[in-house]
C-alpha cells in the first residue's frame, strides 16, 4: 500500500479503492455517505487485504 492510496484514502475513500471492484466501491461510497470516518476505516481494511 503506498503513501498515495492511504492519502487517498483519506481525501476522498470511494476513490481510493477503484480497482479493487464495484462491490468495494459501493460499500465505501455508503459508508462514506453514512459518515467520513466509516468509510476511510472500510477504505484503508479493504486497501492492507493481502488476499487481493
Not at 22 to 32: A, N, Y
Amino acid at each position: 500500500m503506498s503513501i498515495w492510496r492511504v492519502l487517498l484514502s483519506i481525501l476522498f475513500p470511494p476513490l481510493a479503492v477503484l480497482d479493487k471492484g464495484c462491490g468495494s466501491i459501493v460499500i465505501v461510497l455508503i459508508l462514506t455517505i453514512c459518515g467520513w470516518i466509516p468509510g476511510v476505516i472500510a477504505a484503508l481494511i479493504i486497501l492492507n487485504n493481502p488476499n487481493k
